[in-house]
Nanobody, 119 residues
Framework: QVQLVESGGGLVQPGGSLRLSCVVS????????MGWYRQAPGKQRELVAS???????RYVDSVKGRFTISRDNTKRTVSLQMSSLKPEDTAVYYC?????????????WGQGTQVTVSS
């Protein structure tokens, strides 16, 4: 069974920083692209940042220059360093990974972690 477990969410003031982490566990042959999505109340889930196997990263325009995604392939982790946070960054953040097991390949999701930016 594949599991993704996020940590690091919380309440932060505007302009502050948070670091989200996600660890992937289970009987996995390989992990491809990894990413962070977010979903604010009443809005669709959106891709915030993604990173491929060799470390090439992409970001949604609204977070460029403020967020940094990274991964550790040995530890099977992906992180999102968030700085200069704004109230509009408030959302539930979800970790995603394209995983391959011995029987299939699929996109796996974490349970989500709440990030609230408020004074």
């Amino acid at each position: 069974q594949v599991q993704l477990v996020e940590s690091g969410g919380g309440l932060v003031q505007p302009g502050g920083s948070l670091r989200l982490s996600c660890v992937v566990s289970g009987s996995i042959v390989s992990i491809g692209d990894m990413g962070w999505y977010r979903q604010a109340p009443g809005k669709q889930r959106e891709l915030v940042a993604s990173i491929d196997l060799i470390g090439s990263a992409r970001y949604v325009d609204s977070v460029k220059g403020r967020f940094t995604i990274s991964r550790d392939n040995t530890k099977r982790t992906v992180s999102l360093q968030m700085s200069s946070l704004k109230p509009e960054d408030t959302a539930v953040y979800y970790c995603n990974a394209e995983v391959r097991t011995w029987s299939r390949s699929f996109g796996a999701w974490g349970q989500g972690t709440q990030v609230t930016v408020s004074s």
